[in-house]
């Protein structure tokens, strides 16, 4: 007896919530365009994190037209980071749709097939800040080990640093250049497009300060994430990150100011996790770096921090590109993804598959 559409959609959901993977062609995909997955990827870095986020986030995957029909074929791969707010989904219709845009330059022969990884880091307070914390859980090593070892042995990934590309807007823009500093043994192109958080914040704004404040259980932060825009969800999303405290439930987390008062050793934590104080311990590291890319819209308010984090790499000897564009912080995300960043990946990653003892299970 043949599969009906409800059969269908019911062992997808199995498949999905199980964790295991499920390929299908993207909305409006055409014959030889690529597949996209939704998957979970359990994260060993993850566990255990004070907030009780899920240690299984959701990933979507973007497999190139040529996945299904060349089985010998390995391919490089993109990881790539949403912003402060977003899910996996930004990728796939909120601010870009990268895989019509990947298919649409790689037939027009503008692109070197790759496969896109993007992870959803959306938590109870609307985003990791992909930082390693008790609290929100260890997303440094999520991204640089838990989520390579998984797509390596799961995917015909080239499982070489040199053909591993990491990149994000925002949020993720933040967490592309800290844990590229961190980590290039593992990655070697990097793509920051308006990274936020990138100074030390030594003046706690007080107004945001006390309406975070207010906020004394996992109910009120549930409640507070559910409204639009940023609110209170920001300040505790970057407590959580920066200056999580075990002995300090509900919600196990420091504000940089109590009752009105600057708390100076929590808001030195916070000066700690901003990329623009750190850099200078992570210059040999950066340059190990094939391609490095900074962008940021003309009217974005986080230019100016984008701006001195290319002045600091120019006067390191950090060798990298900038780029001001005529846009604000969302409104050309889709386009420059097309344009910009899929053409930077398909330049720089190493397409060259090396003789590995890797082993993928598709």
Same mark, same amino acid.
């Not at 993007?118 to 609290?135: D, E, I």
């Not at 995917?155 to 949020?171: E, N, V």
């Not at 590109?321 to 409104?331: K, L, Q, R, S, V």
């Given at each position: 007896?043949?599969?009906?559409?409800?059969?269908?959609?019911?062992?997808?959901?199995?498949?999905?919530?199980?964790?295991?993977?499920?390929?299908?062609?993207?909305?409006?995909?055409?014959?030889?365009?690529?597949?996209?997955?939704?998957?979970?990827?359990?994260?060993?870095?993850?566990?255990?994190?004070?907030?009780?986020?899920?240690?299984?986030?959701?990933?979507?995957?973007?497999a190139p037209p040529s996945y299904?029909?060349?089985?010998?074929?390995?391919?490089?791969?993109?990881?790539?980071?949403?912003?402060?707010?977003?899910?996996?989904?930004?990728?796939?219709?909120?601010?870009?749709?990268?895989?019509?845009?990947?298919?649409?330059?790689?037939?027009?022969?503008?692109?070197?097939?790759?496969?896109?990884?993007?992870?959803?880091?959306?938590?109870?307070?609307?985003?990791?800040?992909?930082?390693?914390?008790?609290?929100?859980?260890?997303?440094?090593?999520?991204?640089?080990?838990?989520?390579?070892?998984?797509?390596?042995?799961?995917?015909?990934?080239?499982?070489?640093? !040199?053909?591993?590309? !990491?990149?994000?807007?925002?949020?993720g823009g933040y967490g592309a250049?800290?844990?590229?500093?961190?980590?290039?043994?593992?990655?070697?192109?990097?793509?920051?497009?308006?990274?936020?958080?990138?100074?030390?914040?030594?003046?706690?704004?007080?107004?945001?300060?006390?309406?975070?404040?207010?906020?004394?259980?996992?109910?009120?932060?549930?409640?507070?994430?559910?409204?639009?825009?940023?609110?209170?969800?920001?300040?505790?999303?970057?407590?959580?990150?920066?200056?999580?405290?075990?002995?300090?439930?509900?919600?196990?987390?420091?504000?940089?100011?109590?009752?009105?008062?600057?708390?100076?050793?929590?808001?030195?934590?916070?000066?700690?996790?901003?990329?623009?104080?750190?850099?200078?311990?992570?210059?040999?590291?950066?340059?190990?770096?094939?391609?490095?890319?900074?962008?940021?819209?003309?009217?974005?308010? !986080?230019?100016?921090?984008?701006?001195?984090?290319?002045e600091t790499m120019t006067r390191?000897?950090?060798?990298?590109?900038?780029?001001?564009?005529?846009?604000?912080?969302?409104?050309?995300?889709?386009?420059?993804?097309?344009?910009?960043?899929?053409?930077?990946?398909?330049?720089?990653?190493?397409?060259?598959?090396?003789?590995?003892?890797?082993?993928?299970?598709?």
């Amino acid at each position: 007896m043949g599969m009906t559409r409800s059969m269908f959609v019911a062992m997808s959901a199995a498949v999905v919530a199980a964790g295991g993977w499920l390929l299908q062609g993207h909305a409006g995909a055409a014959p030889g365009a690529g597949t996209v997955e939704h998957i979970k990827v359990h994260g060993a870095s993850l566990e255990g994190n004070l907030e009780g986020d899920s240690a299984d986030p959701e990933v979507t995957v973007y497999a190139p037209p040529s996945y299904a029909s060349e089985r010998t074929r390995r391919y490089p791969v993109l990881y790539l980071m949403h912003g402060y707010g977003g899910t996996d989904g930004t990728w796939t219709g909120r601010l870009a749709k990268l895989p019509e845009s990947a298919d649409k330059l790689a037939a027009a022969g503008g692109l070197h097939e790759m496969i896109v990884v993007m992870p959803n880091a959306y938590s109870l307070h609307k985003g990791s800040m992909y930082s390693n914390s008790v609290t929100s859980g260890d997303w440094e090593g999520y991204i640089a080990h838990d989520l390579v070892a998984y797509m390596d042995s799961h995917y015909r990934t080239i499982p070489d640093r !040199l053909s591993r590309g !990491l990149a994000g807007h925002s949020m993720g823009g933040y967490g592309a250049i800290r844990i590229g500093m961190k980590r290039p043994d593992v990655f070697a192109n990097l793509y920051v497009m308006s990274g936020c958080c990138l100074t030390a914040a030594l003046n706690p704004r007080a107004e945001a300060m006390a309406a975070a404040e207010q906020i004394r259980t996992r109910e009120d932060a549930q409640k507070a994430a559910q409204a639009p825009g940023f609110g209170s969800s920001v300040t505790l999303a970057e407590a959580a990150a920066w200056s999580p405290n075990p002995a300090n439930p509900p919600l196990f987390l420091d504000l940089p100011m109590k009752d009105g008062k600057v708390r100076p050793e929590i808001v030195a934590k916070w000066a700690a996790n901003a990329p623009l104080a750190m850099i200078d311990q992570y210059v040999r590291n950066l340059k190990q770096y094939k391609s490095i890319a900074i962008e940021v819209g003309t009217k974005d308010n !986080l230019r100016a921090s984008n701006k001195l984090l290319d002045e600091t790499m120019t006067r390191f000897g950090i060798a990298h590109t900038y780029e001001e564009y005529d846009g604000d912080h969302t409104n050309r995300v889709a386009e420059r993804v097309e344009q910009n960043v899929l053409p930077f990946f398909s330049k720089n990653l190493s397409f060259a598959a090396a003789a590995t003892g890797s082993t993928a299970r598709r």
